[in-house]
């Protein structure tokens, strides 16, 4: 190929290109150090991180809140009075029992599944002495007259356990009983205490003064799961109850569920002729909620063999009043001055509960 003459051979231009670009390369290198910043020699390796600046916001006002309204008062409606209950036989609501009279029915939600038979309960201490009552006979408003007393013969003191079966709704069960007495010349105090596994414990106690005519009581208790109590208001010649049920009266000779059964030895151990079989003892008898007349038939001399061992025995039983009442059977025993060592106490549906003497653990 010809070229033109005064025109630059290709040779001159690849010269001419490698010239320039020899010049870049030395401005790229040696730009940075003459403007701006140096760079980091790790610049290349480092991480590129990018955060974004809010501007701040002004406070947002806060509106002050109302005041809350005054709290209305819940005005609870006062329960309406609920009706005594019906009179049911419970061992205890409406028999005594010569020891701890617990009724045989199991408690029907138990602490435990394994509650074990409760410690003698401890002796609570004796009240003051209440003025001496003469021995005398005694009309109730029903028209019934209360025994005379005309002489007693109060045993020392001592504490009973008994071995204890009974029989509630088909269910057979045992448990243990223990009964205390405490007395001096002129006050006393007693309990009575029933222990069953599953079934719990149920102790009634009474205190009072020692008197001509026996015993008069001054607060009759009955513990089970709660207790109730009564007073007796001899000034006023009234009995009140905790329970908040009516006051019943009193009259020289009124006992509790606990001290009639003292009294009622008391009065065989003094006299015992004046008492053949056939013959009643009427003892005006105060509860945890109301009083009733007791009225016992000394019913027969029996010999007894007992776990405690054989003893002769008189047999008295509670004569009912009513439809509803328990047949209550007593045995005391002369040579342990006439404390019982047996009581059976049996409801009209067939439950029943029979106490047997298995140890005197204070001697006579």
Known sequence: MMRSKGMPSWRQLALLALLVLAVHLLALKTAPGSFGMKLDPGAATAAFTTRTIEP?????PMTPLAPLPPPVPVVKPKPAPQPPPAERPPVLAEAP??????????????????????????????????PTVAASTATLPSGQATTLVTAIKLPPSVVLQYK?????????????????????????????????????????TSVGSVTEAGLAPTR???????????????????????ANTPDAPW??????RVSVFIQLGGMLAA?????PLGSEITIYTVGPRDADTWTFVVEAEEKLQLPAGEFATLKLTRKPRREYDQKVEIWYAPSLDYLPVRNRITQQNGDFIDQNLSEIIRPL
Do not use: C
């Open 271 to 275: 006299k015992p002729g004046e008492f």
């Open 97 to 130: 029992a010569a020891t701890p009279a617990v009724p045989p029915e199991p408690i029907a939600e138990p602490e435990s599944s394994q509650l074990a038979l409760a410690t003698p309960t401890v002796q609570p201490p004796l009240p003051s002495a209440s």
């Open 251 to 256: 009259v020289e000779g009124t006992q509790d």
């Open 56 to 60: 701040e916001r002004p406070p947002v």
């Open 220 to 242: 009759f208790a009955d513990k089970f799961r709660s207790e109730q109590a009564a007073h007796f208001e001899t000034d006023k010649r009234k009995v009140t109850f905790s």
């Open 164 to 204: 204890m079966t009974g029989g509630s709704k088909g269910m057979n069960y045992f448990a243990s009983a223990e009964m205390g007495w405490r007395r001096n010349s002129s006050e006393y105090d007693a309990y009575m205490k029933v222990s069953a596994m599953f079934l719990g414990s149920r102790s009634m």
